[in-house]
């Protein structure tokens, strides 16, 4: 990454000269904020062949930088253009994100979508979670055997209850469905045992 930014970052160029031009929707998203990630950003920007024009959704993203890299390195251009248009696309890609992502960035995903949900819902999940990390060579937890541990502690009050949890897990791909040895299903949740760690111990 260094030698390509001493690459990018060459000669002060002229006007006629060629540039990149880096286009990033949401800098300020759950996959962009951290530390590391900004500073890379801001490093590209400041190179002389690189060019960043970026959205933020964010009214207290600009938090994420210091006086250096606002005025040094990205050196913005402020304009106010808010669509308030919904974020029914950005929100279409959660599952894809989880399920090709990298196991930090597949546990953020899962963690946006856990935290819209109940917290009961949130508790089924980390029963299934526990189990699958105690269980690592299990095909999967049986569902009669999440319904027992979740009504055991008043979680769920029937079937139907867990039924619509489990639903809700399936539609954004946070659990899967498999069919065990023994003619049952089971469920498992298709995220690494490192990102299945991260995600239990982001939950509150």
């Known amino acids: 990454m260094d030698d390509l930014l001493v690459f990018l970052d060459g000669p002060e160029m002229d006007e006629k000269d060629s540039f990149i031009c880096v286009v990033v ?8 904020r951290d530390t590391e990630t900004q500073q890379y950003l801001a490093r590209l920007a400041s190179c002389s062949y690189i060019r960043v ?34 974020y029914k696309v950005e929100g ?3 599952p894809l994100i989880l399920a090709h992502g990298s196991s930090k960035q597949s546990a953020k995903t899962a963690l946006i ?8 819902a949130q508790s089924v999940f980390r ?13 999967g937890m049986a569902i009669d055997n999440l319904y027992s541990i979740s009504r055991e ?33 089971c ?18």
């Open 25 to 32: 929707n949401n800098i300020d998203g759950p996959g962009l």
């Open 53 to 86: 024009v970026a959205s933020i959704d964010h009214v207290n993203a600009p938090l994420l930088w210091d006086k250096k890299m606002v005025h040094a390195q990205f050196n913005w251009y402020w304009y106010h253009v808010p669509t308030f248009a919904p």
């Open 92 to 94: 279409l890609f959660l």
């Open 113 to 120: 979508v856990l935290q819209s949900l109940t917290p009961n």
């Open 127 to 139: 029963i299934l979670a526990e189990y699958q990390l105690s269980h690592p060579d299990d095909e």
């Open 153 to 185: 502690r008043f979680l769920v009050s029937s079937q139907v209850t867990l039924n619509a949890h489990l639903t809700e897990f399936k539609d954004h791909e946070l659990v899967k469905t498999k069919r065990h040895s023994d003619g049952q299903d």
């Open 187 to 204: 469920l498992y949740i298709p995220l690494t045992k490192e990102g299945l760690e991260k995600l239990l111990s982001e939950i509150s």
